[in-house]
């Protein structure tokens, strides 16, 4: 889908936020703020932690005409999608949805996840095509970098999960894909990390400092990533590549993409002090 009307600047005021459980921690509202303001659209973007038992009443209120949308985080990517009018191939096939948009009272979904990843993969590999990929985690986001890499080329896609029944799942789910699954233990990913292209944490750990997806008592595996001249990136690039997408699903207009980032990254900053 692309984008779609520009908003009226007399309308308004609009709102947006994001939904999640925790959102405390999201850069979402930092990087669309002053995406909005730009813009001169009248929107305020907000943080709406949204626990299970509240996810039904959040999504219907987003009917109003006043919400223009909403970005959804863990743990609701997958949940939301049967909430929703419609929801695109894309977040079909991925069975989650991380972002809303208000069509004049009707909800449709999308998955821009898949589009940001398929960017910072393009542009941390200079273009080349990945050939074996790990990605750690079988959830909502794990779905969506997979397809991101699929679409990429990748001929190997090894996906780890503490359950590796839910790893297993998400190859049946995207079959005839390139996934094989395998359980979150050192001892695969020492075996399967040497030689892959790219390496992605798909899973919610690794928000807080000092914690990682697995343990891991040595430095072999990351320098023998680097030993093959693996780039390490950030989330950032991937938030704000699926992040300008949604704006542009939400506004109607291309998204100031060097404003989002350096939001961001003045963000990123400040948590740090």
């Known amino acids: 889908m692309g984008q779609g009307a520009p908003l009226d600047p007399a309308g308004g005021p609009y709102r947006l936020g994001v939904i999640g459980d925790p959102v405390a921690h999201s850069l979402s509202p930092d990087l669309h703020q002053p995406a909005l ?29 006043e919400f223009l949308g909403a970005s959804v985080t863990v743990p609701h990517k997958i949940a939301v999608k049967d909430l929703l009018d419609d ?4 977040a079909r096939r991925a069975s989650a949805v991380n972002t809303i948009v208000n069509r ?8 821009t996840d898949i ?6 993969v393009s542009d ?8 074996v990929a790990v990605v750690l985690g079988a959830g909502g986001a ?3 970098v997979v397809l991101a890499l699929e679409a990429a080329g990748a001929r190997e896609i090894v996906v780890f999960n503490r359950d590796v029944e839910r790893a297993a799942q998400l190859a049946r789910d995207l079959d005839p894909g390139p996934v094989r699954p395998l359980p ?4 695969f990913l020492a075996r399967e990390l040497p030689g892959a292209d790219v390496c992605v944490n798909a899973t919610s750990l690794g928000w807080h400092p000092g914690e990682t997806p697995i343990a891991l008592p040595r430095l072999d595996l990351l320098l023998a990533a680097q030993g093959r001249g693996l780039k390490t990136v950030d989330g950032l690039p991937m938030l704000i590549h699926q992040g300008a997408r949604a704006f542009e699903l939400w506004t109607g207009s291309p998204a100031p993409v060097e404003t989002m980032l350096a939001a961001a990254r003045e963000a990123q900053a400040r948590a740090r002090t």
């Not at 038992?53 to 209120?61: D, G």
């Not at 929801?87 to 894309?90: F, Q």
């Open 104 to 111: 004049g009272g009707a909800l449709f979904g999308d998955n």
């Open 142 to 144: 794990a779905r969506a």
């Open 184 to 187: 979150l233990e050192e001892v």
């Open 87 to 90: 929801v695109s191939e894309a």
């Open 115 to 120: 589009y940001g990843f398929g960017m910072t």
């Open 124 to 131: 941390s590999l200079d273009g080349r095509t990945p050939q």
């Open 37 to 65: 303001d730009q813009c001169g659209i009248p929107a305020v973007y907000e943080r709406w932690h949204t626990t299970a038992a509240e996810l039904v009443s959040r999504v219907e209120s987003l009917r109003n005409l």
